[in-house]
């Protein structure tokens, strides 16, 4: 079974810190990372994409992808309150159009 | 606007009733995805289709039924079959190997 594995949570950070996701996948294969943050009762709305090795921003947003490691990440600079969330990581499994996702990492933002 | 509509947004179900969900996407997206989604937990793949009249199972397709006769239409029949069918269903949609994009959800109890 080919799996996506995130840390529950809750990641609690004060507002203003940076907020580090973590997320590493099984399928060596694979060539498309994203992640997703989904408010409570809502559906997920894309953050990042990244398809490369290294850093990609946006914004406050950073990806990071380390396929040797098989390991992807999210920072989040200057965290607010509205930041918090469940933030999904989802992984396209080589070969197959099928979106993997991990369960998600809580991350709550103190105000 | 471009999107995805599912709909209803709540529904509830009978005992031994079959419900049929609706996904609608004007995105001209390949590919058309169904996930359930329970409290507190990620997503599970349905089941997907990359192209009308085709569909393939995803990890727990039991006790549910697609059809692709139309590009923008997949529609979800959740069948008496399928014995705990309380759950947040979620579609969504992309062109091959990018970010899929999600609908609002359907919210299905059954009463």
């Known amino acids: 079974q080919k799996e996506v594995e995130q840390n529950s949570g809750p990641l609690s950070v004060p507002e203003g810190a940076i907020a580090s996701l973590n997320c590493t996948y099984s399928?060596?294969?694979?060539?498309?990372f994203f992640w997703y943050r989904q408010y409570s009762g809502k559906s997920p709305e894309l953050i990042m994409s990244?398809?490369?090795?290294g850093d990609k921003e946006d914004g406050r947003f950073t990806a990071q992808l380390n396929k040797a490691s098989q390991y992807v990440s999210l920072l989040i600079r200057d965290s607010q309150p509205s930041d918090s969330a469940t933030y999904l990581c989802?992984?396209?499994?080589?070969?197959?159009?099928?979106?993997?996702f991990g369960t998600g990492t809580r991350l709550k933002v103190l105000a | 606007d471009g999107g995805i509509t599912q709909s209803p947004k709540y529904l509830f179900r009978k005992e031994g009733q079959n419900v049929t969900l609706s996904c609608e996407q004007n995105?001209?997206?390949?590919?058309m995805y169904w996930y359930r989604q329970d409290p507190g937990q990620g997503l599970r793949l349905i089941y997907y289709?990359?192209?009308?009249?085709?569909?393939q199972k995803g990890d727990i397709a039991e006790g549910y039924s697609v059809s692709r006769e139309k590009k923008e239409s997949f529609p979800l029949t959740v069948t008496s079959a399928q014995k705990n069918p309380t759950a947040f269903y979620l579609c969504?949609?992309?062109?091959?190997?990018?970010?899929?994009?999600f609908g609002q959800g359907t919210r299905l109890t059954v009463v």
């Open positions: 989802a992984v396209m499994t080589s070969g197959t159009y099928k979106y993997i």
């Open positions: 990244i398809y490369s090795n």
């Open positions: 969504a949609s992309s062109t091959r190997d990018s970010e899929a994009f």
């Open positions: 995105l001209n997206h390949d590919a």
């Open positions: 289709s990359q192209i009308v009249n085709d569909f």
């Open positions: 399928d060596r294969g694979s060539q498309s």
